[in-house]
């Protein structure tokens, strides 16, 4: 069946940076748009950041500059740079892997950003 395993999530200090993972099995990965997304407590889940088949990127508004998206297809993983956190960025974040029919969700991974 299809996984997406993220990993790479943890506390970090305001200023401070992080890599996100993400691992997928069980599908063609190069068939996918690839995206994060976040969800802090009480707030809706919101798209961060995608990279589509050709490589192309989105940002939304608060993470652009600062984040930056990339896929790896030979090993099946797509990898978010954070750089400069501030304490809003702190959320469950989630990878997405996406096509015109169907939607596949990882189980999120928490950061932090507190000093």
């Known amino acids: 069946q299809v996984q997406l395993v993220e990993s790479g999530g943890g506390l970090v200090q305001p200023g401070g940076s992080l890599v996100l993972s993400c691992t997928a099995s069980?599908?063609?990965?190069?068939?996918?748009?690839m995206r994060w997304y976040r969800q802090a407590p009480g707030g809706e889940r919101e798209l961060i950041s995608h990279?589509?088949?050709?490589?192309?990127?989105y940002f939304a508004d608060s993470v652009r500059g600062r984040f930056t998206i990339s896929r790896d297809n030979v090993n099946n993983m797509v990898f978010l740079q954070m750089n400069n956190l501030k304490p809003e960025d702190t959320a469950r974040y989630f990878c997405?892997?996406?096509?015109?029919?169907?939607?596949?969700w990882g189980q999120g991974i928490q950061v932090t950003v507190s000093s």
């Open positions: 997405n892997a996406g096509s015109a029919i169907i939607d596949y």
């Open positions: 069980g599908l063609k990965f190069d068939d996918y748009v």
């Open positions: 990279i589509t088949i050709g490589r192309s990127t």
